[in-house]
């Protein structure tokens, strides 16, 4: 499965966000990270799209949306004679997930909260957006207020963000396989995997644990 990764993001450089996000992808093969450019390339643009099967949009919530980066890019590549799904689209199959960083706590995303609306309101055209085109949306990534957040919650971060660009399916049992998979790769030879989930057998006690929460998550 090849990945795409369309960050959209003003202030890119100075992102303590996204350059973590960047770091955290970079190991990943078959994974592709895309900022958009200030001027759009129509073939090269297209082309990245439609070679990947996952389609990530990555962006900072400004003032309830996406920057307008991101709605120009839609509006110029993904012309609807290409994508739209009644007309034999070319993104029919395809997966889009959405992570979204956040400048408020995830509970403000509520009814009585700050903001009085869900998350998953907000992001609603781009549900109307999958289904138009025939794509599977997934369920988005939400990441609250980074700068806050403690090194093990950033820890927790890395893996979960990995395994939305690489795991089969968002499902537990696709979840649980990918840990598996990591979890067997987690020797002294690696030090990326360890600089970030410790070692041996105390990070394997923590992914254990952390393995039960995402099963509590998914059973809830």
């Given at each position: 499965m090849k990945t795409l990764i369309i960050v959209a993001h003003p202030q890119l450089a100075t992102s303590a966000t996204q350059q973590f996000l960047q770091a955290s992808a970079a190991p990943l093969t078959n994974v592709t990270w895309h900022a958009l450019p200030a001027h759009?390339?129509?073939?090269?643009?297209?082309?990245?799209?439609?070679?990947?099967?996952?389609?990530v949009l990555q962006f900072p919530l400004y003032w309830y949306a996406?920057?307008?980066?991101?709605?120009?890019w839609l509006d110029t590549v993904w012309q609807a004679h290409l994508v739209?799904?009644?007309?034999?689209?070319?993104?029919?199959?395809?997966?889009?997930?959405?992570?979204?960083?956040?400048?408020?706590?995830?509970?403000?995303?509520?009814?009585?909260?700050?903001v009085g609306v869900s998350l998953s309101t907000l992001l609603a055209p781009y549900a109307a957006l999958a289904r138009r085109t025939g794509m599977?949306?997934?369920?988005?990534?939400?990441?609250?207020?980074?700068?806050?957040?403690?090194?093990?919650?950033?820890?927790?971060?890395?893996?979960?963000?990995?395994?939305?660009?690489?795991?089969?399916?968002?499902?537990?049992?696709?979840?649980?396989?990918?840990?598996?998979?990591?979890?067997?790769?987690?020797?002294?030879?690696?030090?990326?995997?360890?600089?970030?989930?410790?070692n041996q057998a105390e990070e394997y006690e923590r992914l254990q644990d952390t393995l039960r929460e995402l099963k509590a998550e998914d059973d809830g």
């Amino acid at each position: 499965m090849k990945t795409l990764i369309i960050v959209a993001h003003p202030q890119l450089a100075t992102s303590a966000t996204q350059q973590f996000l960047q770091a955290s992808a970079a190991p990943l093969t078959n994974v592709t990270w895309h900022a958009l450019p200030a001027h759009l390339d129509l073939a090269a643009e297209q082309a990245l799209l439609f070679g990947a099967d996952r389609i990530v949009l990555q962006f900072p919530l400004y003032w309830y949306a996406a920057p307008a980066a991101l709605k120009a890019w839609l509006d110029t590549v993904w012309q609807a004679h290409l994508v739209d799904a009644a007309r034999g689209g070319r993104l029919r199959g395809k997966q889009l997930g959405l992570v979204v960083s956040l400048g408020q706590p995830a509970a403000a995303f509520q009814l009585g909260g700050a903001v009085g609306v869900s998350l998953s309101t907000l992001l609603a055209p781009y549900a109307a957006l999958a289904r138009r085109t025939g794509m599977t949306l997934l369920p988005p990534l939400p990441i609250a207020q980074f700068s806050y957040q403690t090194e093990l919650a950033h820890q927790r971060l890395l893996i979960r963000y990995q395994q939305y660009l690489t795991a089969a399916s968002q499902h537990f049992t696709d979840r649980q396989a990918w840990w598996q998979a990591r979890l067997a790769q987690a020797t002294p030879e690696q030090p990326a995997l360890a600089e970030y989930v410790a070692n041996q057998a105390e990070e394997y006690e923590r992914l254990q644990d952390t393995l039960r929460e995402l099963k509590a998550e998914d059973d809830g």
